[in-house]
């Protein structure tokens, strides 16, 4: 009976053509999940629980193969992009026409702005950058700086829109990661953008990403965000990226910063609660308390 039902789930897949058209991406990585998580893992469970029966062996192979097709059009999808991003060919408003195009973001959009969360716009935005193999971290970390978790893309993209950088900016995004805020924030907006991360093996995975795609206004420094240089920034943005002192010592370094001149945080997370509190920061919008939520704060004179 179950083995029935994943037959026909299969079959469901391989028969809709339209998977395979490389403009339908939502609907592709829907039957992608759906491949794993009720195809795939079924199979794997029947597997295990009964004898490898002739029938359970060739289906899985089935529902394997149907996987890499799928994802095949995904991989010369983003091969394509890739080549066009270095070619400087698919930058500002023409990409983000482009995402809006393979990603519909209708309901989703809002009710995302209440929790941390991704969607098919972060497997999207992944697929933008190169296939290097996932750093491990390769230092502990103190117990106020928090792991990395990267920033839900819908968030880089409200930035992008609320910051409306321009060619004078310089955006630093404090505990970079991976690189994906000033690299997507570069692409988009072609501001200038830095990365300040402590953990070098992320910096040199996100510094031979941002090499990799050509885009030479985008760099990560391998720095402790309490004494890096920050004397050309004009934006930066946290996604909760420390705590308690160290949050305290930075925010005392932009302080300084904003003595000379103007300067906007943006922040996104639990971070947010701390920052607005800060009487030498006026938060643009008012502070609803709803942490996963972009804010926005800009110096006071
Ligand atoms: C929540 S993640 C945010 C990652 C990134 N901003 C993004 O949105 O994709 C926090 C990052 O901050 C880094 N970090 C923690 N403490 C730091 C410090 N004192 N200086 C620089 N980076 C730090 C962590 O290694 C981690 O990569």
Redesign the pocket.
């Known amino acids: 009976m179950v083995i029935r039902e994943i037959q026909a789930d299969l079959e469901a897949i391989e028969r809709n053509a339209a998977l395979y058209e490389e403009i339908n991406f939502d609907s592709r990585v829907e039957a992608l999940d759906f491949l794993d998580f009720h195809v795939l893992d079924r199979l794997e469970g029947l597997l295990q629980a009964l004898n490898p029966s002739t029938e359970l062996l060739p289906l899985q192979r089935r529902a394997e193969d149907v996987k890499r097709q799928l994802e095949a059009v995904d991989a010369a999808l983003f091969q394509r992009l890739r080549a066009d991003i270095r070619a400087g060919r698919c930058r500002g408003a023409s990409l983000l026409a482009l995402i809006n195009t393979y990603v519909g973001r209708g309901a989703s959009g809002e009710q995302a702005q209440q929790e941390i969360g991704y969607d098919n716009l972060d497997v999207f935005t992944n697929g933008l950058f190169p296939n290097l193999a996932f750093p491990l971290?390769t230092q502990e970390?103190?117990p106020?700086?928090?792991?990395?978790?990267?920033?839900p893309a819908r968030i880089i993209l409200e930035l992008v829109e609320q910051a409306q950088l321009t060619s004078a900016d310089v955006l630093y995004?404090?505990?970079?990661?991976?690189?994906?805020?000033p690299t997507l924030v570069n692409l988009l907006s072609g501001a200038t953008t830095k990365?300040?991360?402590?953990?070098p093996a992320?910096c040199v995975y996100a510094n031979a990403c941002a090499t990799d795609l050509n885009l030479s206004r985008v760099m990560f420094i391998q720095?402790?965000?309490?004494t890096?240089n920050y004397s050309d920034g004009t934006v930066f943005?946290l996604?909760?990226?420390?705590q308690g002192r160290?949050l305290q010592e930075?925010l005392a370094r932009l302080q300084a910063e904003a003595r000379s001149r103007s300067i906007r945080l943006f922040t996104y997370?639990p971070c947010t609660l701390h920052i607005a509190q800060q009487h030498w920061l006026k938060c643009v919008d008012s502070v609803d308390h709803t942490i996963y939520k972009l804010a926005e704060f800009s110096s006071l004179p």
């Not at 995004?173 to 805020?181: E, F, K, N």
């Not at 720095?223 to 309490?226: F, L, P, W």
């Open positions: 971290e970390r103190e106020e700086m928090v792991f990395y978790q990267k920033t995004d404090l505990g970079s990661g991976l690189g994906h805020v990365g300040v991360e402590v953990e992320y720095a402790d965000a309490r890096a943005f996604y909760t990226p420390f160290i930075v997370g």
